[in-house]
């Protein structure tokens, strides 16, 4: 027992030994990296869950540029997110790139959620082109959803899912102090690695203008469901 | 949806009275996609198991666990890996308390299992594993198996019944005998023979007896079990190590988190056990890595529409387009952690050549150099040509079509399709005519840190370790040149505590460790210089020469060939080098040796690779090392080697030959951020001096494939991440 003793004693003061070094973050002594890491852990577990934040009409007022609204539902808070790219792609769909606060990024094709980046066990790519006619003629449909996901080690895998499509009617959705028209779908779907796993995904598309302006979508196993909201187009 | 798996009712299910119906599963949430479900729980031998016996099920590909169990004063610790879907191997160090017997107090010994899955479970037939248990030798626990395990789903309880039959050899035919079907001249277990060899003429052989459990996972956190053992643990009760009074076993299982699960136990109607598992699989981070997300592509105006924003008038030079290249890229490159070494422009092709100390997949490296470029360069460049560098020794050429990133960032399956079009071409040694970044050299570095060398399966203190700390210089006058070194102050240590001589019958090449761990208390663990370079676009050496480990100094020479998209690479090494003093300092002792080998390397596709090293060893002894490795897209890897020579296993020793498990884990795995060191370990049961290697440091084989084409593919959705 007394070698246990002083193997651990002597672990101790490795670990409390400062390490330092010439020059860049790339070349930090070990322990300072996984201290490092140790305290964020902790204190992102200590902040607990945020609640998502309510918009107010003087806000949105406010607002000048594009933005939309996400509320990741297992993180907690809102982020309100910039349109940094736009561009149509060969088949005329509008592809876009959201950014958050803290530089991660949600891509939409005709408002349907196919990539992520930096929020951890990313979306890669996703085929989402039944989901996509669906929203384009608000109408039902069956077809096959496609992820890439990340690993969240540099590897990824691709997910398949069959996917039915259902039109759940005409709602008239309240967003800040506005009232729209809208379709509801709702992209149901089953699959994955155990052919067990179901995701539900639901739009709420604008009568008029075809944009969905709501939606709940699944954007990767670490992430769970986003709620989006465009608050500004 | 529902999975089927139905069965017929077996006289089990008549004994506890209730019907058996097949295993149906509910939707899953996503969340949970990509955990694995239906691992099997582990024995105490750290193998897919029931209580002390063992099951028919293998563990999930890949998955890495490790076993701790205690009962009756014996204590076994076992790493297990599922090296492939149907193959594991499980290495073992175990004590026996109150052995008092051939010279020990308590009994230490190492072993190696391997299991073979023959059949997978299905709606009507179980799985069925053949299990070779100490499988090498003539250890203590010897013994051969076969189990078959069914699951099963009950219908008035909740939770899933499994249940294993099976029958054992060796160790495991000892209790409850039926016959000897094959043979019965099983040679008996040795205590201090030199073991390690094969005991092929052992296995099956004897006595077989039957054995069987059940497993009821009641939910998915307890789970209880309950076997009819077949070992009639005689080595141990002879010793009086403990007394053995019933072959019924029952135990109650919890799982405390996805990785780990805790049991408690009544066995053999006379002891209380415990056994701790754990289970990981590499492919599963602890902490899945965040990169920050990339800016996208900025894509250029249609051609069509804007003609002059593609003029070439930019490029009226070489010269002058490759210094404005270089001058734009130094900065974006450096935000990205990244370092630019070079670049050549043409009004259509630019070749950029950086350095990454940050990324341990290359590809995102490259991913984000590529990024760099979309940025900053003139809209006629069309051909982006990005070649990682590790100190001075390109790697390798990946080309990429601008139209071809510009138009799949946002597109379904970009991984793919990016691939497809994207040419891995050899990267020629330099890079003449191009623009140099010439801050980069002479680059001096330091760094302080505690350093932790462990020493395992000493017979009198199974774990010894020496903490100290470390200075690292390193200097590089000018590319491919390095001077560096390594002071050592140690602080605490018992390594040199270590009081027993183990006799050698060869020059003592490495069985001196205690003593330099004792005498060298402030130590120059190294001091070298080296120079690499590539000679031709798919050939690299090197030459090294000063200390170059803690017991070696002297010179070193390496050829290697590995083309960039080829599975084999063929090396050279020739060595000379001289015996240090015991203080590591600068003196020598009187044993010098040629030594070196030739080393042919394969992947042999999914993360499998070989290596063949035949040649001189230290203590002069003529053979070969054969080393098997698993190595997973994310950098983790687990191997084992052997090493036979012209040395004999007497004049060997215990252990009769060298062999070792390696494991090496990248830290982004466990810190989720970008890093890329790794952290690992070789264990050996035994360090003898036969068939021993010297450590040179910066050898050619692992800085050149981290870059090459089969590295990058396994990791290529990162040059979106």
């Keep these: 027992m007394s070698s246990v003793r002083h193997i651990g004693m002597m672990m101790a003061v490795a670990a409390t030994l400062a390490a330092c070094s010439s020059d860049s973050s790339e070349r930090k002594g070990l322990p300072t990296v996984i201290a490092g890491t140790l305290k964020s852990a902790i204190a992102a577990r200590r902040a607990g869950k945020a609640e998502s934040t309510q918009v107010t009409p003087k806000m949105l007022a406010e607002t000048k540029i594009a933005a939309l609204q996400v509320n990741p539902e297992r993180a907690g808070g809102s982020d309100f997110l910039r349109r940094i790219a736009q561009r149509r792609d060969s088949n005329g769909m509008l592809n876009e790139v959201w950014q958050s606060s803290d530089s991660a990024q949600i891509f939409l094709r005709n408002g349907v959620l196919v990539g992520t980046r930096g929020v951890g066990t990313d979306i890669i790519s996703s085929d989402a082109s039944a989901i996509i006619r669906a929203v384009d003629a608000k109408g039902s449909r069956r077809g096959t959803r496609r992820y890439v996901v990340s690993d969240g080690d540099n590897t990824s895998e691709t997910v398949t899912f069959r996917c039915a499509i259902d039109n759940l009617g005409q709602e008239g959705i309240f967003i800040v102090n506005q009232s729209f028209d809208t379709v509801h779908l709702r992209e149901t779907c089953i699959g994955g690695p155990s052919g067990e796993v179901s995701i539900s995904n639901d739009y709420w598309v604008l009568s008029q203008s075809g944009l969905v302006k709501k939606s709940r979508q699944w954007a990767g196993p670490a992430s769970g469901y986003f709620e989006m909201i465009l608050l500004k187009n | 949806m529902i999975r089927k798996r139905t069965s017929?009712?077996?006289?089990?299910?008549?004994?506890?009275?209730?019907?058996?119906?097949?295993?149906?599963?509910?939707?899953?949430?996503?969340?949970?996609?990509?955990?694995?479900?239906?691992?099997?729980?582990?024995?105490?031998?750290?193998?897919?198991?029931?209580?002390?016996?063992?099951?028919?099920?293998?563990?999930?590909?890949?998955?890495?666990?490790?076993?701790?169990?205690?009962?009756?004063?014996?204590?076994?610790?076992?790493?297990?890996?599922?090296?492939?879907?149907?193959?594991?191997?499980?290495?073992?160090?175990?004590?026996?308390?109150?052995?008092?017997?051939?010279?020990?107090?308590?009994?230490?010994?190492?072993?190696?299992?391997?299991?073979f899955l023959?059949?997978?479970?299905?709606?009507?037939?179980?799985?069925?594993?053949?299990?070779?248990?100490?499988?090498?030798?003539?250890?203590?626990?010897?013994?051969?198996?076969?189990?078959?395990?069914?699951n099963f789903t009950l219908n008035r309880v909740p939770g899933t019944l499994k249940v294993t039959g099976g029958l054992g050899w060796?160790?495991?035919?000892?209790?409850?005998?039926?016959?000897?079907?094959?043979?019965?001249?099983?040679?008996?277990?040795?205590?201090?023979?030199?073991?390690?060899?094969?005991?092929?003429?052992?296995?099956?052989?004897?006595?077989?007896?039957?054995?069987?459990?059940?497993?009821?996972?009641?939910?998915?956190?307890?789970?209880?079990?309950?076997?009819?053992?077949?070992?009639?643990?005689?080595?141990?009760?002879?010793?009086?190590?403990?007394?053995?009074?019933?072959?019924?076993?029952?135990?109650?299982?919890?799982?405390?988190s996805n990785a780990i699960r805790l049991g408690a136990y009544y066995l053999y109607g006379s002891e209380l056990g415990v056994n701790v598992q754990v289970q990981l699989n590499p492919r599963r981070p602890i902490s899945p890595l965040r990169l920050p997300a990339p800016r996208p592509y900025d894509i250029r105006p249609a051609r069509n529409a804007n003609p002059q924003t593609y003029s070439a008038d930019w490029a009226a030079s070489t010269e002058a387009a490759s210094t404005a290249v270089r001058d734009a890229l130094i900065p974006l490159l450096e935000a990205e952690g990244l370092t630019l070494i070079e670049a050549r422009s043409t009004a259509r092709e630019t070749e950029v050549r950086f350095s990454n100390q940050r990324y341990a997949a290359r590809s995102v490296a490259v991913g984000r150099v590529a990024r760099a470029m979309a940025r900053v360069l003139p809209a006629s460049v069309e051909t982006f040509r990005i070649v990682p560098v590790e100190n001075d020794l390109a790697q390798s050429t990946v080309v990429f079509r601008r139209a071809d990133l510009e138009r799949l960032e946002l597109a379904p399956d970009s991984t793919n399709a990016l691939l497809v079009r994207t040419r891995f071409q050899e990267a020629a040694p330099g890079l003449p005519g191009s623009a140099y970044n010439d801050d980069l050299f002479p680059d001096f570095?330091?760094?302080?840190?505690?350093?932790?060398?462990?020493?395992?399966?000493?017979?009198?203190?199974?774990?010894?370790?020496?903490?100290?700390?470390?200075?690292?210089?390193?200097?590089?006058?000018?590319?491919?040149?390095?001077?560096?070194?390594?002071?050592?102050?140690?602080?605490?240590?018992?390594?040199?505590?270590?009081?027993?001589?183990?006799?050698?019958?060869?020059?003592?090449?490495?069985?001196?460790?205690?003593?330099?761990?004792?005498?060298g208390e402030t130590s120059l663990n190294r001091l070298y210089v080296s120079r690499q370079w590539k000679p031709r676009e798919d050939l690299y050496a090197r030459v090294t020469a000063g200390y170059l480990e803690r017991m070696y100094g002297g010179v070193s020479a390496e050829v290697l060939w590995k083309p960039v998209a080829s599975r084999l690479a063929l090396g050279v090494e020739a060595n000379y080098v001289k015996q240090r003093d015991f203080d590591q300092r600068f003196g020598f002792r009187d044993y010098s040796v040629a030594t070196g080998h030739a080393s042919a390397y394969y992947e042999f596709g999914n993360g499998y690779t070989g290596q063949l090293d035949v040649g001189r060893y230290l203590a002069g002894d003529v053979g070969a090392t054969l080393t098997l490795e698993r190595e997973f897209s994310n950098g983790w890897r687990v191997g084992g080697f052997f090493t036979l020579t012209d040395v004999s296993a007497d004049d060997f020793g215990e252990g009769s030959f060298d062999k070792g498990i390696k494991i090496e884990v990248p830290l982004s795995w466990f810190l989720g951020k970008p890093e890329r060191r790794t952290v690992g370990a070789t264990i050996r049961p035994i360090q003898r001096d036969g068939g021993a290697r010297l450590y040179v440091p910066g050898r050619l084989y692992e800085q050149v494939r981290s870059g090459h084409r089969q590295a990058l593919e396994g990791n290529w959705s990162g040059v979106w991440e």
């Design chain 2, 170 to 256: 060796g160790r495991l035919g000892s209790s409850g005998a039926i016959g000897a079907p094959f043979g019965s001249d099983r040679p008996g277990f040795v205590p201090g023979d030199t073991g390690g060899e094969l005991g092929a003429g052992q296995w099956f052989r004897g006595d077989v007896a039957p054995f069987a459990g059940v497993e009821w996972q009641v939910n998915n956190k307890l789970g209880l079990k309950a076997e009819y053992s077949s070992d009639a643990y005689r080595p141990e009760t002879r010793r009086s190590v403990f007394t053995r009074k019933s072959r019924f076993n029952f135990g109650a299982e919890y799982q405390v």
């Design chain 2, 445 to 519: 570095s330091w760094s302080i840190g505690p350093y932790l060398s462990p020493s395992y399966f000493d017979p009198d203190e199974p774990f010894r370790a020496d903490v100290g700390v470390k200075l690292n210089l390193r200097y590089q006058p000018a590319p491919g040149w390095v001077i560096a070194g390594e002071l050592r102050q140690q602080l605490f240590g018992n390594i040199g505590d270590s009081t027993r001589i183990a006799p050698s019958a060869l020059p003592r090449v490495r069985t001196d460790a205690a003593r330099y761990s004792r005498e």
């Design chain 2, 118 to 150: 023959l059949h997978r479970e299905t709606s009507s037939l179980p799985a069925l594993t053949l299990g070779l248990q100490d499988f090498a030798g003539t250890g203590i626990y010897a013994g051969e198996y076969v189990a078959a395990t069914k």
């Design chain 2, 8 to 115: 017929k009712i077996t006289g089990m299910a008549a004994v506890l009275g209730v019907t058996l119906a097949p295993l149906s599963t509910h939707a899953q949430d996503p969340a949970q996609m990509f955990e694995m479900r239906d691992r099997p729980t582990l024995n105490f031998y750290g193998s897919p198991g029931i209580i002390d016996m063992p099951s028919g099920e293998a563990l999930p590909d890949g998955q890495f666990t490790l076993g701790v169990s205690h009962f009756g004063g014996i204590t076994r610790n076992t790493l297990t890996f599922q090296a492939t879907p149907r193959i594991s191997a499980s290495f073992r160090y175990n004590g026996i308390q109150d052995w008092n017997d051939d010279g020990f107090g308590t009994y230490r010994d190492r072993s190696f299992d391997v299991r």
